[in-house]
């Protein structure tokens, strides 16, 4: 990557301002344009061959690949000299995370053993214990919407609950939810569990025992064959509060502990002879975000976020996953992102807040990095912080979509705030004009991808974001995704889009106005 800039007279001219008798001197408006045209196609295709190697062994999180690809950006940062908000040259911020091996549990219903992996699977269990589950709420279908909620009137804090899938319909045939005869996130699959089970922890349940038949035969199988193999299996990362346990259940199993669970949609509280004992078995994984930072000159303490994950698929079956696309296209954005900002600094154009430069480990084993730093130890106060600009593959296009290949993806842009939204919006007029594709965008996607990248761990905290994607391909986690297939020229634009938006946020007089905020629960 270029280091030495040479910036144009234009942009440090200095005008005088009213009469010759009057000395004081005022600087004209810096030209964003001037930096970012120093983001380039052929620096990030230096930047994206290295980190995208074969060298980089996939970048697997907690492997030996994702230690040279954090090395590798922290020399990047102070080749620049760009700094890091922790103390000297620590650019690392550790995240925690243990892999687990699936736990020894005995559960008894009535005095009767039942077994793991034919009668029930517990995912989530963090630590070693005991559950006295014999008091427990029948939630019916689990669902907490705007118009229709199986939660009305119950405090779940520290209880055991039992649901169901599926969701409730009208007499019209129509989705209670939704007033459609669409699918919504409540309605099957594993979108449905997920959905549920986050209502669950939310409110504070103790554990969530879950009724999808078809869904715990396909989980149950390949748990199973990986307890089988005796080979540790998912990262995870320890929460700071109390987690909820997650127990997938047959539907045997279902019947004994609720008869009336297939036709009752009501909720009720019932007693029981249930426990559950848990004997957990992990292995700490060491990992870590990169982070960079450049202060603002007049509002230091707002926090404008620019975010990548830096983590891929690692290696299988002896193929390297190199991830040039996912996320290598993003990582390599910032890295000329921050050059530009610290090209405007050197010049005396700093932004007026502070930019802080994420690069995120976890996120292809669940957003844990990002994660991590929401919920467990931001560096700065989530209250100070102004926007995530998320970037998740910038470097391609999607097949399936027809038109200019001149595009981006937004997600997240107006779920927040309209003016983060508007300012993105007159910022691409006015600087890139990439058409602006909100696809996914829509609520009721069903590849919900706005949970589904890094910028969400901010959205749930109530921070707007912007999630820039060119949307998947063929090569999408496969070993064929590779540096060769990137078009350089999108990559170009698309992170000059993200640095004069990001600009835009960082140098406005007002703070962006968050007015759709979601209710916490």
């Known amino acids: 990557m270029k280091r030495s800039l040479n910036i144009i007279a ?45 060298e980089f062994e996939g970048r697997e999180t907690g492997e030996s690949g994702e230690v040279k690809a ?8 102070v080749k620049m ?61 689990g669902i907490d919407s705007e118009t229709y909620s199986d939660y009305k009137d119950l405090d779940v804090k520290g209880k055991i609950l039992l649901a169901k899938a599926g969701e409730p319909k009208d007499e ?36 969530f025992l879950y009724l999808d038949p078809s869904l715990f035969q396909r989980y149950a199988d390949y748990f199973g064959a990986q307890a089988a193999s005796g080979e540790y299996g998912r990262v995870s990362l320890p929460s700071n509060e ?26 009720k509280s019932f007693t029981t002879a ?70 405007a600094a050197d010049n005396g154009d700093g932004p007026k807040r502070s930019i802080l430069f994420l690069h995120v480990t976890g996120e292809e084993k669940g957003l844990l990095g990002s994660q991590h730093y929401t919920d467990n130890d931001p560096i700065f106060p989530l209250k100070n912080t102004v926007a995530d600009l998320n970037i998740d593959m910038i470097g391609r296009t999607d097949p399936k979509r027809e038109g200019d290949r001149n595009y981006v993806y ?46 969400y761990n901010f959205a749930k905290n109530n921070i707007p974001v912007i999630f820039y994607f060119n949307g998947t391909h063929d090569d999408y986690h496969q070993p064929s995704d590779t540096p060769d297939k990137i078009q350089y020229d999108l990559l170009e634009n698309r992170a000059r889009l993200v640095f004069y938006t990001a600009w835009e946020v960082a140098n406005r007089e007002g703070r962006l106005v968050v007015d759709k905020a979601e209710p916490k629960s």
């Open 274 to 343: 249930m426990e559950i004992d848990i004997k957990s078995q992990s292995k700490d994984v060491d990992s870590k975000n990169v982070v960079a930072f450049i202060k603002g000159k007049e509002k230091p303490d707002e926090i404008v976020v620019i975010s990548a994950h830096l983590d891929h698929e690692g290696i299988k079956d002896g193929k390297v996953y190199n991830g040039a696309d996912d996320d290598g296209s993003g990582t390599v954005a910032i890295l000329e992102i921050a050059q530009a900002f610290k090209a």
């Open 172 to 207: 019209n045939g129509n989705y209670m939810t939704s007033g459609t005869t669409e699918e919504t996130k409540w309605s099957s699959g594993r979108q449905s569990m997920s959905s549920k089970a986050n209502i669950a922890k939310d409110k504070g349940a103790k554990a």
């Open 410 to 455: 937004l997600i997240g842009s107006d779920k927040l705030s309209t003016e983060l939204h508007n300012l993105s919006e007159e910022v691409n007029k006015k600087y890139a004009n990439i058409i602006l594709d909100y696809t996914y965008n829509d609520e009721n996607d069903p590849n919900r991808f706005y949970y589904r990248s890094d910028h």
């Open 10 to 54: 234009a942009a440090l001219l200095l005008v005088g301002c009213g009469s010759s008798n009057q000395k004081t001197v005022t600087k004209t408006p810096a030209d964003p344009t001037v930096y970012g045209t120093t983001i380039t196609q052929d620096e990030l295709k230096t930047l994206l061959y290295t980190y995208a190697s074969d």
């Open 81 to 141: 000299g760009i700094p890091s908000p922790l103390s000297g040259d620590d650019y690392f911020q550790e995240v925690p995370l243990v892999k687990q091996k699936s736990p020894e549990i005995k559960l008894t219903l009535n005095d009767k053993n039942y077994e793991q992996f034919k009668d029930f699977l517990v995912l989530g269990a963090e630590n070693s214990e005991t559950i006295d589950a014999s008091n427990i709420i029948y939630v019916g279908y």
């Open 70 to 77: 954090v090395n590798y950006l922290k020399d990047q940062y």
């Open 242 to 267: 109390q987690s909820t346990l997650l127990i997938m259940v047959s539907e045997d199993f279902a019947k004994a502990l609720y008869p009336n669970i297939n036709d009752d949609a009501m909720t």
